[in-house]
């Protein structure tokens, strides 16, 4: 096991940039998770820590050791990728010892960490079987499989669920979270989907334009997102943005007044964004009117789609409540509602930070 000290990495592909130094440090034995829309530099920064893409500036290390000019195969990490990139000639066993073939291993090392790996994946029935044989789940257990038998320093993830359907996904992030736990190796893992990340990772990275935009543990980055985009981005269903202004202690937005968390500026020069989750949202008679849209009852919980008074600019603005009650009101009837003021958060609209 070891560390990845990721130290204000750039990539540039000709003249365009696509990292813009990145800084990042993963302790020994950590699931960390790079999570961010397609484009944002995550499998990029992926890539460069296994090697498979050359560092514009700045620096990695594994275990203390500084890997820029370093091969692959000498870096002592093994990854896993979305498609499985298994050979589809060769048994799940032989799938699985590849490397260590290749490596000379002697055929007892072979068959003990072969089947180890293939206990701790549940994969020992299906050894004599081709990757043909397989469903999307057993074939990424084989991928994790043959990662595990090199005992490397670090486990790279590259979006490895990403070709499953829904209910395996769910499944897979356990067995991947519950593995780690068994092996403790320092793990890095890339996804664009944040309840992946927010159900597996000790830290989370969010990244935007090549740019880290928040670095911390998963109900830190849900209870305090740094930012506008990190606020967007993590929770789902995403959080409700409304444009406003705060003015003599409460703020306002057309017609619309929302109570003010504790600690709140009692006024501020420009707009402001006020931000409530879904779920922070109560049925309130003495709250805003809002008018259903849409509702989607889940069984645990009901989402309501709905349109709340009028706000900035003469606009109706849309929100998403998550409620637990059973909700009668149909599209076109009136709901009122109002926000857990120790839950809201405020931004700033020139610069998107955080103001409380």
């Known amino acids: 096991m070891a560390t990845v000290?990721?130290?204000t990495v750039r990539k540039a592909f000709g003249s365009t940039e696509v990292?813009?130094?990145v800084d990042v440090e993963v302790e020994d034995g950590e699931f960390?998770?790079?999570v961010g829309p397609s484009g944002c530099g995550k499998s990029t920064l992926l890539r460069m820590i296994a090697g498979l893409e050359n560092i514009t500036r700045g620096e990695i290390a594994i275990g203390g050791r500084v890997v820029n000019n370093v091969p692959p195969k000498e870096r002592d990490i093994a990854m896993v990728f979305q498609n499985y990139a298994l050979y589809p000639h060769m048994t799940v066993r032989d799938n699985m010892a590849f490397s260590l073939l290749l490596a000379k291993a002697p055929k007892q090392v072979i068959d003990h960490k072969v089947g180890h790996a293939a206990g701790i994946l549940g994969l020992a029935p299906y050894l004599e079987?081709?990757?043909?044989q397989l469903s999307g789940?057993?074939?990424?257990?084989v991928a994790m499989g043959r990662a595990i038998v090199r005992d490397p320093q670090v486990f790279l993830f590259d979006e490895p669920l990403s070709n499953l359907d829904a209910k395996l996904r769910v499944q897979m992030r356990a067995e991947i979270k519950d593995l780690h736990q068994k092996l403790k190796t320092t793990t890095v893992y890339v996804t664009h989907d944040?309840?992946?990340?927010m159900t597996m990772a000790d830290k989370i990275v969010v990244m935007n334009g090549g740019n880290v935009e928040q670095i911390g543990a998963p109900l830190d980055l849900y209870d305090r997102p740094a930012n506008l985009f990190v606020a967007g981005f993590i929770g789902s269903p995403a959080m409700n943005?409304?444009?406003?202004?705060i003015k003599g202690g409460s703020f306002t937005s057309g017609t619309v007044s929302l109570p003010l968390p504790a600690g709140a500026p009692q006024?501020?020069?420009g707009e402001v964004i006020y931000g409530i989750r879904p779920e922070h949202l109560r049925l309130d008679p003495a709250g805003p009117e809002a008018t259903v849209l849409v509702t989607e009852p889940t069984g645990s919980e009901t989402q309501v789609i709905m349109k709340l008074g009028d706000t900035t600019m003469h606009t109706e603005t849309r929100m998403i409540g998550a409620f637990r009650e059973r909700i009668s009101q149909g599209p076109g009837e009136a709901l009122h509602l109002s926000p857990d003021p120790a839950l809201v958060h405020l931004f700033d609209v020139a610069t998107g930070a955080r103001l409380n």
């Open 267 to 269: 006024a501020h020069p």
């Open 19 to 21: 990292l813009h130094g």
């Open 241 to 245: 943005f409304i444009r406003g202004h």
């Open 129 to 132: 079987r081709y990757p043909r």
């Open 137 to 141: 789940g057993q074939r990424q257990r």
């Open 5 to 7: 000290s990721i130290r």
């Open 32 to 34: 960390v998770i790079l």
């Open 194 to 197: 944040q309840i992946e990340a």
